[in-house]
């Protein structure tokens, strides 16, 4: 049997199945007949406990886990939940009962928001089980602890969880639910472990049950052939000896150079890419650094942050993105607006010209950054329509005193006017991402449409040979800097379709630099060109594979 989901990275794993316990059992809504006032401070002893716990064990953790662990932290000492508790208590409900609710209540106004936020909905219902549980006496949910390597199976996890996990024994992560920017895919990029989210069917998997888990196709075989385990195995062997192999700058098997960078989101991850190889940044994405802010970041606070990212780059290229403000990604401070659909609202550039004083500011604080560093700085747009936008961003960068500016390729219009956009920018980087979303119609962040996020459509190579095309013609160079490009046989058939450079997750550049060497530059236009005549995305990776 199969079961298919969301894969994260492209490792392989096999291992025995291990699940998470089941959560407790929602509190009952007996009418509470005690003490009001006791039972509040019985709950905020509960909430400070909890609290307290999560940033002890953050601080033991340390790296990514301690920031996701604060943030929970953070939500169990929320004056507003613990207002709406005290409420609830006064209207006659037990404490179990009113954190119950209060959590409840604020979660689906998280989920309600959607993308990014919706997805912390996981994280608030995990810090009301731990306080449900401290009030009961009893042991707080948590992630199984074993000494064997096993395939942590689960609904979802919570930041609280994958903070204790393992890793020397967790092979791989497989949950029902969560999107491609949950903690879990989140979590397993960080630490090099393939993960597998939204995968219907698989909490009915019994502990012990041996599983291979491919993060590359999203599958989860269920009880596989001793033929399928020796493949599997094969496979990880192999991707062990691509990972230790010595870093080499990106090149084809004919020396064909294809500069390999890394997508970052902050200046603490720059130590990390560049030790596994990174030949500079392809992709910036600085509203990562500002989600949580209220108002927009000074020049000053800014100026500091890509100083900081750049002065680690001497000499080297790092593409810095504009704020993104989007579905997935909401900016308080640019874009606030309810949106009925808001993947085609006022996101991306467009928010960014809505509100010109804050992209000045933040070209400005690039440019201080710029003259005071040795790195290679070029500036881009996100989800920019036409070559009008994109020359009216490429003039204000330039009048502010940045040296390059571009745009990102994310939205389909832009592609098919690649000769003009090509005339204007300076360079053009291809956000797989979007690009497929927009192409195929199918929000990125819905489980329910994530078969047509494939970027092997033909559909979507056919932009990027649009876009290879143009920005040869015109001698610009087009990157590529979404998912696709962590893809190494689908990072072959890019370069083969025009692609200058290939940006990616650091966790993945050991197995693209492993793939780009095994073909020349003809036998990648070979593949590219099976690909584009394809009539599907299954159908452009199996052309690719046998041409
Ligand atoms: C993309 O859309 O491919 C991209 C790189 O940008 P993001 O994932 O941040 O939207
Ligand atoms: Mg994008």
């Known amino acids: 049997?199969?079961?298919?989901?969301?894969?994260?990275?492209?490792?392989?794993a096999v291992g025995p199945v291990l699940r998470?316990?089941?959560?407790?059992?929602?509190?009952?809504?007996?009418?509470?007949?005690?003490?009001?006032?006791?039972?509040?401070?019985?709950?905020?002893?509960?909430?400070?406990?909890?609290?307290?716990e999560l940033r002890t064990r953050g601080?033991?953790?340390?790296?990514?886990?301690?920031?996701?662990?604060?943030?929970?932290?953070?939500m169990a000492a929320d004056p507003t939940l613990a207002d709406?508790?005290?409420?609830?208590?006064?209207?006659?409900?037990?404490?179990?009962?009113?954190?119950?609710?209060?959590?409840?209540?604020?979660q689906e106004l998280l989920v309600g928001m959607g993308g990014y936020m919706a997805e912390r909905?996981?994280?608030?219902?995990?810090?009301?089980?731990?306080?449900?549980?401290?009030?009961?006496?009893?042991?707080?949910?948590?992630?199984?602890?074993?000494?064997e390597p096993f395939v942590l199976v689960a609904p979802d996890l919570a930041p609280a969880d994958t903070a204790t996990l393992d890793f020397r024994v967790v092979r791989a992560l497989v949950t029902r639910d969560g999107g491609p920017t949950s903690h879990t895919a989140i979590l397993a990029r960080a630490n090099s472990i393939p993960a597998i989210v939204g995968v219907t069917g698989v909490l009915d998997l019994a502990d012990g049950t041996i599983v291979i888990a491919d993060a590359g196709s999203g599958t989860v075989v269920v009880d596989p052939s001793t033929d399928a385990v020796a493949d599997a195995e094969r496979r990880i062997a192999e991707r062990a000896?691509?990972?230790?192999?010595?870093?080499?700058?990106?090149?084809?098997?004919?020396?064909?150079?294809?500069?390999?960078?890394a997508n970052l989101g902050d200046p603490d991850e720059a130590a990390n890419a560049i030790a596994l190889g990174a030949e500079g940044v392809g992709l910036f994405r600085t509203e990562f650094l500002f989600l949580d802010a209220t108002s927009a970041p000074t020049v000053e606070q800014q100026e500091a942050k890509y100083t900081a990212l750049l002065s680690q780059f001497p000499g080297r290229k790092v593409v810095v993105r504009c704020l993104?403000?989007?579905?997935?990604?909401?900016?308080?401070?640019?874009?606030?607006?309810?949106?009925?659909?808001?993947?085609?609202?006022?996101?991306?550039?467009?928010?960014?010209?809505?509100s010109e004083q804050i992209l000045r500011d933040q070209l400005t604080a690039l440019v201080h950054a710029q003259d005071a560093t040795e790195a290679d700085l070029w500036v881009m747009a996100p989800m920019v329509a036409d070559a009008e936008e994109a020359a009216w961003f490429v003039a204000l960068g330039k009048e502010l005193g940045l040296r390059t500016v571009g745009v990102m390729a994310e939205v389909p219009s832009l592609a098919l006017v690649a000769e003009q956009v090509a005339e204007v920018s300076d360079f053009v980087s291809i956000?797989?991402?979007?690009?497929?979303?927009?192409?195929?119609?199918?929000?990125?962040?819905?489980?329910?449409?994530?078969?047509?996020?494939?970027?092997?459509?033909?559909?979507?190579?056919?932009?990027?040979?649009?876009?290879?095309?143009?920005?040869?013609?015109?001698?610009?160079?087009?990157?590529?800097?979404?998912?696709?490009?962590?893809?190494?046989?689908?990072?072959?058939?890019?370069?083969?379709?025009?692609?200058?450079?290939?940006?990616?997750?650091?966790?993945?550049?050991?197995?693209?630099?492993?793939?780009?060497?095994?073909?020349?530059?003809?036998?990648a236009r070979t593949k590219a060109r099976a690909a584009l005549a394809a009539r599907s995305a299954a159908g452009a990776r199996d052309a690719a594979a046998n041409a």
């Open 324 to 354: 993104d403000a989007g579905a997935d990604k909401p900016l308080s401070f640019l874009n606030d607006a309810h949106e009925e659909n808001p993947a085609l609202g006022l996101r991306g550039l467009r928010a960014l010209r809505a």
């Open 121 to 147: 909905a996981t994280d608030l219902g995990d810090v009301a089980q731990r306080i449900i549980a401290r009030l009961r006496g009893v042991a707080a949910p948590g992630v199984p602890v074993s000494d």
């Open 431 to 523: 956000g797989t991402n979007d690009l497929t979303q927009y192409t195929l119609a199918a929000d990125r962040m819905l489980g329910t449409v994530a078969s047509y996020q494939d970027p092997w459509h033909p559909a979507v190579l056919r932009l990027v040979q649009r876009l290879g095309e143009a920005g040869a013609a015109a001698g610009k160079g087009v990157g590529i800097c979404g998912e696709a490009a962590a893809d190494p046989q689908l990072a072959v058939v890019l370069v083969g379709l025009g692609a200058t450079t290939l940006s990616m997750t650091p966790a993945a550049l050991a197995d693209v630099r492993a793939e780009l060497a095994t073909v020349t530059l003809e036998q």
């Open 241 to 261: 000896t691509a990972a230790s192999a010595p870093v080499t700058d990106g090149a084809l098997a004919d020396g064909t150079r294809v500069p390999l960078l």
């Open 20 to 52: 998470m316990p089941d959560p407790l059992p929602e509190p009952v809504d007996d009418r509470f007949a005690g003490d009001p006032d006791a039972e509040y401070a019985r709950v905020t002893d509960a909430l400070a406990a909890v609290a307290d």
């Open 84 to 106: 709406n508790v005290r409420e609830l208590i006064g209207g006659g409900k037990t404490g179990e009962r009113a954190v119950f609710e209060a959590f409840a209540a604020f």
């Open 59 to 74: 601080a033991h953790a340390g790296g990514d886990a301690q920031e996701v662990l604060e943030a929970a932290a953070m």
């Open 1 to 12: 049997m199969e079961l298919h989901g969301i894969g994260v990275g492209r490792g392989v």
